[in-house]
T-cell receptor, first 115, second 114 residues
Framework: GNSVTQMEGPVTLSEEAFLTINCTYT??????LFWYVQYPGEGLQLLLK?????DKGSNKGFEATYRKETTSFHLEKGSVQVSDSAVYFC??????????????FGTGTLLAVQP | DAGITQSPRHKVTETGTPVTLRCHQT?????MYWYRQDPGHGLRLIHY???????DKGEVSDGYSVSRSKTEDFLLTLESATSSQTSVYFC?????????????FGDGTRLSIL
């Protein structure tokens, strides 16, 4: 079945450091891929998405490229801020034309950015 | 922000008691979902709805039931709560069934079963 694997946390960085959070997936067909972010005490917010191979999703300085050849969707940011401290979830759905858009989530990666 | 309200936000109850969590949306979206969030598991789908009175099971549906009598409300019921159901529960909505459509989440309900 479909699954998502993301790197274990916590990831601790200093402000302005470069961020990479790895995400790989297993899926049949052509899934859509998402990154969600969860700030303390809140629900998940969509950060970015990509719906087909080689698409790059971007938002708030974060980027991720849908790599079908490596089944990956790694999250990157060039310069993190303290306010980026949160839990980041990689997720996939069946993709356009699928019967539903049920999401399969990774286990989440806690990012802590220190001033 | 999507208009999603979960109630209650926090609840503590005892093993064996019934519990109902409510998700209310003001977006008129057709699809609604209930997830639970546990350390080491991310979010897992419990049940979902694709219309009024149309529901189906997710990955971890045992011990849970749902109902949707109106577009805006999706209820999750634990008929007889157990300690293993202690978790944070999230409701989500989406506008269409297309897999490229994102889901929007409520702020969650923290449920503790003693």
């Amino acid at each position: 079945g479909n699954s998502v694997t993301q790197m274990e946390g916590p990831v601790t960085l200093s402000e302005e450091a470069f961020l990479t959070i790895n995400c790989t997936y297993t899926a049949t067909g052509y899934p859509s891929l998402f990154w969600y972010v969860q700030y303390p005490g809140e629900g998940l917010q969509l950060l970015l998405k990509a719906t087909k191979a080689d698409d790059k999703g971007s938002n708030k300085g974060f980027e991720a490229t849908y790599r079908k050849e490596t089944t990956s969707f790694h999250l990157e940011k060039g310069s993190v801020q303290v306010s980026d401290s949160a839990v980041y979830f990689c997720a996939l759905s069946e993709g356009y034309g699928g019967a539903t858009n049920k999401l399969i989530f990774g286990t989440g990666t806690l990012l802590a950015v220190q001033p | 922000d999507a208009g999603i309200t979960q109630s209650p936000r926090h609840k503590v109850t005892e093993t064996g008691t019934p519990v109902t969590l409510r998700c209310h949306q003001t977006e008129n979206h057709r699809y609604m979902y209930w997830y639970r969030q546990d350390p080491g598991h991310g979010l897992r789908l419990i049940h979902y709805s694709y219309g009024v009175k149309d529901t189906d099971k997710g990955e971890v549906s045992d011990g849970y039931s749902v109902s949707r009598s109106k577009t805006e409300d999706f209820l999750l019921t634990l008929e007889s709560a157990t300690s293993s159901q202690t978790s944070v529960y999230f409701c989500a909505i989406s506008e269409s069934q297309g897999g490229n459509q994102p889901q929007h989440f409520g702020d969650g309900t923290r449920l503790s079963i003693l």
